[in-house]
């Protein structure tokens, strides 16, 4: 469901940026590396906590 949740806001803003003739604030694939990004900080934040958690214990 979230998945869908997405795409359609993501639709939602395409069509604005669509009625309003202006262009994405980034490139294609320049926003997708960012997208990338975002994923991989999510993933490895709580794994270097957990890495210096245990370090420290």
């Known amino acids: ?6 795409l359609a ?5 395409g069509l604005i940026y669509g009625a309003l003739d202006f ?3 980034a490139p294609p694939a320049i926003a997708l590396v ?3 990004g ?3 900080g999510e ?3 709580p ?3 957990e890495l210096i958690a245990g370090w420290l214990s």
């Open 47 to 49: 794994m270097g906590r």
């Open 43 to 45: 993933k490895l934040w």
């Open 38 to 40: 975002m994923l991989a």
């Open 9 to 13: 806001i993501g639709l939602g803003v």
């Open 34 to 36: 960012g997208l990338l």
């Open 23 to 25: 262009r994405s604030p």
């Open 1 to 6: 469901m979230n998945y869908l949740i997405s």
